[in-house]
């Protein structure tokens, strides 16, 4: 390893997660694991990787360079691309044997045309609009007609369909997944028979089994990110942030730390400076409120966080540059957990956890030990 910040990913946890996932969902319903953002920042090739060996073979993307990044490690998953892949770059989608979604007639016209090009048969999942308002094709009264019109093109097999949940509450996501289920059976009246439908991400999953149907896109949950709405499943986190100190100094009361010596000592201590900052995608905004643990305990960060480094404030206790400073754990030992980190930084889990950026080395342990090392030399 080149730098002593780094991740750690827990592949034994990530087994945790997928057995407890697969002993909640009933085993037709297929676990589509979601690796966007890199896997949540977990590193999509080494994850997609693991799962794969373990029996997940259903991938979910956000984007088609995404998907394209995963395909080059040349394993023969399904992957789905669940956004919007823009007419010209829609040839890639065939080229690299990628599922598109789907949700306008003139794009499935044109992928059509495209795969009859290259003589191939275009996967496609249909993206219905129900309520969330972000990508779709609107339920209205030319729905079923569109739809005809798609699954008429010869060279495109319609695989799935599916909506996205606003998880507003009870009685929204049922005016949803009604509407979804009221088109489906529209469509079967047609003879239109779509085998793969999909409503739930990870809190759907677990909030409504009911709504399962053939496939659950999980990402948060996969990773351990502990929730609310996680039922009985009995989840580890998977990630967690490290580092080493780079420097310890006596600071004298009264002198200051950091840009605008925003914070002064109150007392004669000792001052480790720590080599992680904003620019490895820790918050900026956790100035005041950030701690690390070392040898299971606390210590605030102090001063104004800048871009590679921070200080913290170790009032004198004995501690060695060997050890190992927890930046972000799982909660346990007066560790933070992401839970814990994303309320103070007043964001969510997922945006903590997928905005590492790629400085940042990855360490994968498997049965407890170091199985492998990620790092991006630019
Ligand atoms: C990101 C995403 C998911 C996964 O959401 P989690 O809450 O992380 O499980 C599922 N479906 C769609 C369409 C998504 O964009």
Redesign the pocket.
Known sequence: MLRDTHLKINLDCLDNNVREIKNLISPDVILGA?L?ANA?GHGSKGIAKHLYENGVNHF?V?SLIEAIQLRRENVHYKILI?GHTPDQYLNHVISNDLTATIFTFEQAYILNKLAKNQNKKAVVHLKIETGFNRLGLQVDEHTVSTIKQIVKLDNLIIEGI?T?LALTNKEKDYEQYTLFMHLIGELENHKIKIPIKHVC???GMVLYPEMNLNMV??????YGLQSEEKGKLKIQQVMTFHTKISHIKELKKGECISYGNRWQAKDNTSIATLPFGYSDGYPRNMYKKGRVTINNKAYPIVGVICMDQCMIDLKHDKVTFDDDVVIIGDGRNNTLSFDAVSSLAQTNK?EIVSRFTSRVPKVYIKNNRIFNIEQELL
């Open positions: 979601v966007k949540y979910l956000s669940m599916f996205h991400d990870s809190i896109r999980v990402g948060a949950l996969l997922n």
